[in-house]
Structure formats: C-alpha cells, structure tokens
C-alpha cells in the first residue's frame, strides 16, 4: 500500500582515532606504574605533565558509507582497528580517545540525535545474568526496548489497507498485531529471535555463568545477538558474532539477518573472523580495513578484481575471505602474487589505499561521499530522538520483575544469610544469659551495654555480602545501562526495595532472639523502638557497601573500601574510643584526637549506637535507681560516663541520622552508577618499538625475514580407554517427561593423541 520503510544511511568522512599509550615495561599493570599513573592523572588535572605517553593511530582518514537494504561485512587482520571503528559508528567510544573527522546517519551528526537508540553495537564479549533463562534474558530486553515505530506502523497500514479493500491473511495480520504490543511480559518477537538464531531447545535453561551450569558457549554468542535484535533497532554493529559458533549455526544465523536487511531495510554492518565461504557469500559489501586504513569498500562481486589489478590473485584452494584476511599481510602476501612480468616486492597497505581511490568502486565511493545526504529523504522515525524508548513506568516495571525474579534465583543466599544471622543471634542470648545479668550498678549496666554494641556491629556486618552480590551484577548493569535499556535508578530502586522484606524479617528473628533472653529493658514500646534501629542499621549498612561496589566497581578495591570503611565507622563511632575523656578513661590517648572528632559526627554508627544506649538506659529500671554517688540517676550516670547525650531526644535524632544516611547512600549509589564507566578490561602490553615506524612501509625488507628456533622436549603420547561421564539430568529435560536421573555425554570413548600428529576436534 505504499508505506516507506525507515531507513539509515551511516556515514563516515575523514575519521582518525588516536590513543595515548605506553610502551614496554611502563605499561605493565605493577604497583609502581598504577601509582605513577593515577599521580600523572591529579596532575595533568592541574595542568602539568611529567610525561609524554607514546601516540597512537588507531584509524588513519578512513571514509565510507555504510547502506541500507545491504550486509556489510567488515574484514581485518586482528589489530586493525575494527573493533574501534564499528564503537565509532555507534557512538560508543571511549571518551579519552582524541577523534576529528565527522560520522553521520542520513546526514545527522553524532550530537543532534541519541544513536545508542537509534543503532545498536552487539560486543563479541558475553555479559549475561546467569541466573535467568534465555527466554527471560530476551523478554527483558524487548520490554525495556520497546516496539518502537511498530504500532505508529501498523496504524498507518490498516487505515491504507482498509481505504484500497486489501484483507491481509489472518496469521500475518495476527503476527504483526501481536509484536506491536507493548508492555506484554513475554513477546511473540522473542518466539520469533528465538526460532531464528536456534535458541528455542535451550529456552527455558538459564544462561550460566562459571559457577553456574548454563548453556554452552556458542549458545550465550547467539544469546548476546538476540538480546539486541529482539527490540526495534534495524541499525546493528555486531563485533566478531561467530566466536564459538560453527560454521553451520554462523551461516543460519547471517542468514537470518540478511533476511532482515533485505526485507526490512536494516542496516547491519557485521565482523567476522574467517567466515565460510558460504557465509562470506551471503554479503552484498565488504569492507577491508589493515593497519588503520580503508583497503576496499565496495560490492563484494568486485574486491577480487580489485585485488588482481594489483598484481594478487586468490587461489582456487583458498577461501575468497581468507585471502583477504592474508593478502596485506608481510608474511601472508607473496604467495598470491600473480604478476609474473614482475619481481615482488612488498605491497604495503598504504599502496592498497592509494590505489582503491583509483579503482572505479573508490571512484564511485569518493562521488557519493562528495555529494552530501538530503535530509529530506529521512523517514521520521529513521533516528530516535529520545533516550528511552519506553514510559519510565513501564521501565521501572520491567526492572522490578526483573529484580524480584532474581530474588527468587537467589533464595538459597538469603536463606542461608538469615539462618546465619539465627544462629549467631542464639549464641549472643545464650552469652549475655538474662540469669547472669543484673541492672544494679553502673558494672551492670556496662554488661548490658556490651550487649547492645554486640548487636550493633553483628547487624552492621551483615551489609557487607551487598559488596560481592553487587560486584556480580555490575557487568550486566553497565552494559544495558550503555544500551539505554534502563537508566541507574531503574536499577537501584528495585534493588532498595526488594531487600527490604528480608531486613525486616531477619531483624524479627534477632530481636526475638535476643531482646527477652537477654534480659533487655522490658515494655512493648522499648522492644519496637530498638527494633527499629536495628532495621536501620542494617539499611544504611547495606546502602554503604553498596556504595563501595558502585565507587570501586571491583572484588579486589570493593573489599579493600569496605574494610576501610569499617574501620572508620568503627573507630570514630565513639565506642572504641570515646569523643573526650571522662572519669571512667585515664590516658589522654583513651579519646577520639581532636582533629579526628569531626569523624565522630559522619559515622553512621555513633548514632546507631547513641539511640540504643538511650532507649536502654532511659527505661524505669535504670532512670529510677541512684548512681553511686547517690545523687544522679543511674542510667543518665552510665551515659555521662559512655560519653553519651543525656536526653531523650537524642533517641530519635540517632534514627533520623541512619534514615539520612541510608538516603544519601543510595542517591549516591545512583549517581555513581549514572556517572562511572566500568573498570577497565587488560590491555596488550605494547613492544617498545610500536609506533608510526613499525608501520609497514617504514621497512619493507621486514617482510621478508624470518626467524626460527627448535625448542627441544621429551614427546608424549596420550591415550583414553571407555571413558563415560555423566551430569545431572537438567530440570527443564525431567519437566519434558525425562525419567532418567543422569545424562550421559560421554560414551565409550576411545583414542589417541600421538606425538608429530595434529589431531582436530570435530
């Protein structure tokens, strides 16, 4: 009926990239250059440089275009520049990274529209929650993605149908109805990707992870694939999708998306490492990228002929992709020279740019480029304006589900935290025995507030788990956050909120342990109000680690912040040492030093420790007896000595405090998951030579040199003899009628591994 699919042009005119490294021993990750390099960074901040760290090219004036309606297969030894070049086009690179040069979609600038919406880029690293299934993984990200422009489309087609009397098929009609739905849990658009990229045996099996049994390897590949194609996006930068996938799956699943490319006018630029040639074929453009440089952009049906006017032929036994992969490379490139009329003579990779500008694609390409995009041809709903696709409700309801899913994965953890804390809770009644205690003199009172100092820190520990639970699920969290799947307080609410049910039933269990075999002031309303800060406690204690996660963001620095955090809250909490001296102290080293008292009114457990001592101390059974000089109240006497506020009120200024400290811990929980990128992955330690000279053309003779060396050692033989193991048989296989408790993966095997033999693995 005449509806124009949105459609994306991306281009990209004169783009360099260039990095600031080190080289050789300097850019070990060691203690000292850690420290040198965090002392360099304050520095330059104030605008001094002791250093100047090597500069590297990454890209080197590459232009092109990338179309719709076509695969576009991007082609490069490793270290080429792929990766960066596919995070340039997205939008996603790291800002310390120095960029000129302009990259566009249909003629709109990077800053004039949100392309982390608008295209998608799939990393060739897996990032899962391991304890979600598949099929949820998929839901999630098409609830928080959205149908975009489905329902706007499907609109405008029944009233077109409707108005030229066309009766679509019932199944086609019910289909494209059922994946404009938005909101639903479970979308007929997940069935579909799940069909598509051969996911749906494995459906309802939960991703895994490295302690957890999950899917295979190839499997989370096609996971991370689909967890972006399930949601609206037709723009897809996918990096290296076939690792651990065989050529068979890596063939169905580029065709698929060639499908999509075709049919719906997606544009989808794709690397891939050694591609079948099968596979390669299912291409329509290749781009050949060496040494940070453009070598061919163009129809597929034309880079071999480029190549051949350039004195290199790829031989019938080699696979079209595998030749050029090798064909720039200095130790790969003089078996394909085919110029008989000619010595060879190294081919560096500048020559191939040079000469592609000649060549009649480079030409063509070169005449597009100069020939700017009209924007008048841009469908309205080709570029996404808007950082979420979907309402925030609609998002905070996704990641409540989400969360409260995960609670449930996860319940064996909080059983076993909430029997721990039991357990822990009956030995401390049963050592501060109500039959061993009494509330006589100031001793007595000292015991009872040992007590209370007890259940102070045992509930300020129990926060600390927060530290490894949120380190786990920062890698996920980062990745959808980058993807604009979710802002952070989608994340951190939920994550608030949740827990709260299981803080209030285990400070049940601690106070209904602890507070009568103790021996603790009696009265209803003392009972609830320690209650009550206690839940507090163990509030601001689980919003402060969770902070520490969300600063350090790893295991190693996250521990490390906490133990520190500890020790400050505990040594300034004016229990270990008091904020002045009193008759009860005789050293003058007995007292917090005074230019750490401010320390005293930013530990969380000062005032934690303030309202229990009160609500105990304040209770009739104390407030009513004499102290031993027989003139003060024995529980105000015990405070004055504690170096504590002798008013009531102080009860419910304590609370008040832990209440803004757990407020202040999660808003900046929020702004730190907002605001900090995730810690950097390990980088290759660059040879101290690399540089501009290494580039190829600096030292042809390179190329041909070869070194070699014979390492001696002993050879071995290994054989196996009827080997047979067995794993536990999978829930979801019994749930399909499975009657046998073991699966059996292997079976009778056999063999051998001989020395001098290379043996493949099929």
């Not at 005119?13 to 040198?36: D, K, M, W």
């Not at 108005?163 to 086609?172: F, L, N, S």
Request: charge should be positive.
């Amino acid at each position: 009926v005449g509806i124009r699919l949105p459609k994306v042009e991306v281009r990209y005119e004169h783009l360099n990239i260039e990095a600031e490294t080190y080289l050789g021993s300097r850019a070990l990750p060691t203690l000292v250059n850690s420290a040198q390099n965090i002392a360099e960074l304050a520095l330059a901040m104030l605008g001094i440089r002791l250093s100047n760290p090597t500069k590297l090219n990454i890209l080197k004036d590459i232009s092109g275009i990338i179309k719709p309606s076509r695969m576009t297969l991007l082609l490069g030894p490793p270290s080429s520049g792929k990766t960066t070049l596919l995070l340039a086009l997205a939008g996603k690179l790291d800002p310390s990274l120095k960029v000129s040069g302009e990259v566009s979609y249909n003629g709109y600038k990077l800053n004039e529209f949100v392309p982390q919406k608008t295209s998608a880029y799939i990393s060739q690293h897996d990032v899962h929650v391991p304890e979600m299934t598949v099929q949820e993984t998929l839901d999630f990200s098409a609830r928080c993605q959205g149908v975009g422009t489905r329902y706007d489309l499907l609109s405008e087609l029944a009233r077109r149908e409707k108005y030229a009397g066309i009766y679509p098929e019932p199944e086609v009609d019910l289909f494209m109805k059922a994946t404009a739905i938005e909101g639903a849990e479970s979308s007929l658009v997940t069935d579909y990707i799940l069909k598509m990229l051969g996911l749906d045996i494995c459906k309802d099996t939960i991703v895994g992870d490295e302690m957890i049994r999950g899917i295979s390897g190839g499997q989370k590949k096609r996971v991370t694939t689909g967890e972006m194609i399930v949601g609206p996006t037709k723009t897809l930068f996918m990096d290296e999708i076939s690792t651990g996938l065989d050529s068979s799956t890596t063939y169905q699943v580029v065709k698929c998306l060639q499908q999509i490319a075709h049919l719906t006018d997606a544009t989808i630029f794709m690397s891939l490492l050694q591609p079948a040639p099968e596979t390669f074929d299912l291409f329509d453009d290749i781009v050949l990228i060496s040494e940070g440089r453009i070598v061919y952009q163009g129809p597929r049906a034309h880079v071999v002929e480029f190549f051949e006017s350039c004195g290199f032929k790829c031989p019938e036994r080699k696979g079209v992709a595998d030749f050029l992969q090798e064909v720039t490379s200095k130790k790969d490139q003089a078996q394909y020279w085919a110029d008989g009329s000619k010595p060879y003579s190294y081919f560096p990779v500048t020559e191939f740019a040079n000469r592609f500008k000649k060549f009649h694609v480079g030409v063509q390409l070169a005449n597009e480029l100069s020939m700017p995009f009209d924007k008048s041809r841009c469908h309205k709903a080709a570029l996404v304006f808007s950082r979420y696709s979907v309402t925030k409700l609609e998002i905070l309801k996704a990641c409540w589900d989400k969360e409260v899913l995960l609670m449930k994965r996860n319940s064996f953890f909080y059983i076993f935290k909430t029997t721990q804390i039991i357990i822990i809770a009956v030995f401390a009644s049963t050592v501060f025995l109500r039959t061993r205690l009494h509330h006589r003199d100031e001793a007595d009172a000292l015991l009872y507030n040992g007590a209370l100092l007890y259940s102070l820190i045992t509930n300020m520990f129990n926060g600390y788990p927060e530290i490894s639970l949120m380190i786990t699920r920062l890698p996920v969290f980062f990745k959808q956050r980058d993807h604009l799947l979710y802002p952070a307080w989608a994340f951190a609410i939920p994550l608030l909120v949740t827990k709260i049910p299981i803080a209030i039933f285990e400070t049940i269990a601690w106070m209904t342990l602890t507070y009568y075999p103790i021996g603790f002031a009696p009265g209803a309303d003392r009972f609830f109000k320690k209650m009550l800060v206690v839940f507090m406690i163990q509030q601001m204690s689980a919003s402060l680690f969770r902070l520490i996660s969300g600063i350090c963001r790893t295991i190693v620095v996250s521990n490390t912040g906490g133990m520190f955090a500890l020790m400050f809250v505990a040594f300034l909490g004016g229990f270990s040492l008091p904020r002045k001296l009193t008759k009860a102290y005789f050293y003058e080293t007995a007292q917090i030093p005074k230019w750490w008292k401010w320390g005293y009114w930013l530990s969380p457990l000062s005032y934690g420790y303030t309202s229990l001592s009160v609500n105990e101390m304040y209770a009739p059974r104390w407030i009513n007896r004499r102290a031993s000089d027989n003139v003060t109240k024995l529980g105000e006497a015990v405070l004055e000595e504690l170096e504590i506020y002798r008013n009531k009120n102080w009860y419910w200024v304590g609370v008040g405090a832990l209440l803004g400290f757990c407020i202040l811990f999660n808003v900046l929980f929020t702004l730190a998951l907002t605001y900090l990128n995730p810690p950097a992955g390990p980088q290759a330690v660059l040879p101290q030579d690399t540089g501009d000279e290494t580039d190829s053309q600096s030292n042809p003779t390179r190329a041909t040199t070869k070194k070699g060396m014979v390492l001696p050692f002993t050879p071995l033989a290994m054989s196996f003899d009827k080997v047979n193991y067995y794993v536990d048989m999978p829930a979801e296989m019994k749930a399909q009628g499975v009657a046998e408790n073991r699966l059996q993966l292997l079976r009778e095997a056999t063999g051998a591994f001989r020395p001098g033999i290379l043996t493949a693995l099929m």
